[in-house]
Nanobody, 124 residues
């Protein structure tokens, strides 16, 4: 059983940066590809970024490419989402998830474990 806890959310202005972290425990972190998803009020959960088990491969949804960076540290069991040039449309609850596979996938139904999420609010 893997437990995931996100941190780093908050209220920022458009154009600001924010760094989200996800700490994992209770399992072998390097056995899991990791993903960040977000869900805004009234909208479906959306894939944001993913990273392979080793960290060598990353994937981003088009709307965050060149603004967000996902990384992981398998020695510290953490995955990080660095967000810059934030926009009001980035406002959502951001959750990290673990998928017992090599490469991250965009379909949230594949993920085995989820954190509770952290709120990111971007004001205009």
């Amino acid at each position: 059983q893997v437990q995931l806890v996100e941190s780093g959310g908050g209220l920022v202005q458009a154009g600001d940066s924010l760094r989200l972290s996800c700490a994992a425990s209770g399992g072998t972190f390097s056995n899991y590809a990791m993903g960040w998803f977000r869900q805004a009020p009234g909208k479906e959960r959306e894939f944001v970024a993913g990273i392979s088990r080793s960290g060598a491969m990353t994937d981003y949804t088009d709307s965050v490419k060149d603004r967000f960076t996902i990384s992981r540290d398998n020695t510290k069991n953490t995955v990080t989402l660095q967000m810059k040039s934030l926009k009001p449309e980035d406002t959502a609850v951001y959750s990290c998830a673990a998928d017992r596979t090599i490469f991250s996938r965009r379909d949230y139904s594949y993920y085995d474990y989820w954190g509770r999420g952290t709120q990111v609010t971007v004001s205009s």
